[in-house]
Nanobody
């Protein structure tokens, strides 16, 4: 069965960095676009970043451009999100997701989600 398991969340001070990981299993990993979303309490889940199956195409929400980097290691079935210069308003549960393309990922048209990992940015 398809599984996406996030890890790496935690507490970090404003301006600090954190690296999230997503371990994928149960499917041919390199065939699929992967991405990250986040959801703060009382808010809708929002798109953060995506990466195509081969890693050649990446896209980010404007708010994180220049600070976050999405990457993948297809030999290990892993997706990463390096988050730098974190801000308190980016406190949220971060979710790993699978989709068929970067464009469908951006709109939230995803078929599988991980359980999420909590990121808390203190001021």
């Amino acid at each position: 069965q398809v599984q996406l398991v996030e890890s790496g969340g935690g507490l970090v001070q404003a301006g600090g960095s954190l690296r999230l990981s997503c371990a994928a299993s149960g499917f041919i990993f390199n065939y699929y676009t992967m991405g990250w979303f986040r959801q703060a309490p009382g808010k809708e889940r929002e798109f953060v970043a995506t990466i195509s199956g081969g890693g050649a195409i990446t896209d980010y929400t404007t708010a994180v451009q220049g600070r976050f980097t999405i990457s993948r290691d297809n030999a290990k079935n892993m997706v990463y999100l390096q988050m730098n210069t974190l801000e308190p308003e980016e406190t949220a549960v971060y979710y790993c997701a699978r989709s068929r393309s970067p464009s469908t990922m951006r709109t939230g048209d995803n078929d599988y989600w991980g359980q999420g990992t909590q990121v808390t940015v203190s001021s």
